[in-house]
């Protein structure tokens, strides 16, 4: 494990004593104060079927990906939480046992997300702990988000696990925040790998103003051994029927892989990127019956060229050894342009909810159909339901390695 420089130790110990300091002078103003105490959970248990891509180029056999044709999982996901009008202390937890069709169980425990908050006097608050620091209005990507490029929000099945961080927030009015956080790495996600983690020792500033129909904000993260990242995120009301938004950054990224169009070059993986700009511009109108829909456009300077895309496939299908690269190291996006488009129902009307999801790659024309439903079937048991349809070929983006797949279980609220 790389040791901080004395620089990163004496801010780290800086940040650590405002926090104690925190601690004191909330412990010091509620100490007479009833502290409250409150726990809940979520039980998970689905099964999930795919339906492979035959002759894939990047999973040959299946051989890397290594994916089960079925499986079944069970799942806890717990909320506690002990706090008083000064410091609050959450836990988030996890614990999972998925078994895939060879009957092979892999049961796993993980802290997804904690924190431990002080709120001071001036409308300072102070906190440590694993957090999932995400923002920004976008559904199918979040440029913004130096943490987050992929917000978890096309799946709502999906967890998403917090960075380790301590921060410093003020809100001087309900209009503007400013927070200051140190990142010590990505947290659960910081496991044991080749590449080194890219968010280690990591200084963030987030600065959010809100009007009385906008919001806007600057995000600017820089990484130990990497350059600057700038993002910005805007959105505004312009009716009760419309909303519009965007997300702009600049940014380098790490680990990445480059794909020339000369197929007589190989693979070259590189431990950070050229600077570029990715970019999203979105709408989403809603209808008298409260049903809405978004249309979201994302533009990737860090994706291939439709030449380089290509030459990615067409150098994975020459050797197992490229195609192992092309699939462990492949980007966030193979591509530049995307489409996305969500389409759901009033959440206040009844008690089902559904939304339908398209996501297409503008240079290889791959899709991918996403449907989610859930219907509640007493007051704290849930039936949901999501299925998903990719098309394009085997090389193509979106059905390289899994044609289909449909997920179906229930869900338990307790207490």
């Known amino acids: 494990m790389r040791r901080l420089s004395p620089r990163l130790k004496r801010k780290t110990l800086l940040l650590v004593l405002l926090f104690c300091c925190g601690l004191a002078v909330a412990a010091e103003e509620s100490r007479k104060e009833a502290w409250k105490g409150s726990a809940d959970a979520m039980l998970y248990a689905y099964p999930e079927f795919l339906s492979l891509t035959k002759g894939s180029v990047l999973n040959p056999g299946n051989r890397f990906a290594a994916l089960s044709n079925s499986s079944l999982t069970g799942e806890v996901r717990l909320n506690l939480r002990l706090e008083d009008p000064r410091f609050r202390l959450s836990l988030r937890p996890i614990l999972s046992a998925p078994e895939d069709a060879a009957r092979l169980s892999h049961p796993r425990g993980y802290l997804s997300q904690w924190q431990a908050r002080a709120v001071l006097p001036e409308n300072l608050a102070l906190s440590v702990g694993r957090e999932v620091m995400n923002w920004g209005p976008a559904q199918f990507r979040s440029p913004s988000s130096p943490f987050y490029f992929d917000n978890g929000r096309a799946n709502p099945l999906r967890e998403l696990s917090g960075v380790d ?17 140190y990142v010590q790495d990505s947290g659960h996600n910081a496991l044991p790998r080749l590449m080194p983690d890219p968010w280690r020792n990591t200084w963030l500033l987030h600065g959010d103003v809100r009007g009385d129909d906008w919001t806007g904000g600057l995000v600017l993260a820089k990484p130990a051994e990497r350059s600057l990242f700038v993002g910005t995120h805007l959105q505004q009301t312009m009716s009760d029927a419309w909303l519009l938004y965007g997300e702009l950054a600049s940014s380098t990224r790490p680990n990445v892989l480059l794909s020339p169009t000369n197929l007589a070059e190989p693979f070259t993986l590189r431990a950070e990127s050229p600077r570029a ?44 050894p490229a195609a192992a690269l092309a699939l462990l190291d492949a980007p966030p996006l193979l591509n530049k342009d995307y489409l996305h488009l969500v389409w759901q129902n009033n959440l206040l009307d009844g008690d089902d909810y559904w939304r339908l999801m398209l996501s ?56």
Not at 165 to 175: C, E, F, L, N, Y
Not at 280 to 302: K, M, R, Y
């Open 277 to 320: 700009s990715v970019g999203l511009i979105g709408a989403t109108v809603t209808f008298e019956n409260g049903q809405s829909l978004s249309a979201e456009v994302l533009h990737d300077g860090h994706g291939y060229s439709k030449a380089e895309s290509s030459a990615y496939f067409a150098r994975a299908a020459t050797a197992i």
């Open 165 to 181: 961080a301590a921060k410093m927030v003020w809100t001087p009015d309900r209009s503007h925040a400013l927070s200051l956080a």
């Open 360 to 415: 297409r790659n503008l240079a290889d024309d791959s899709a991918s159909l996403a449907a989610y439903f859930e219907q509640p079937l007493d007051s704290r048991l849930t039936f949901f339901l999501m299925g998903v349809v990719n098309s394009g070929g085997v090389k193509r983006e979106f059905s390289s390695i899994i044609e289909n797949s449909i997920t179906l279980g229930l869900r338990l609220a307790l207490p």
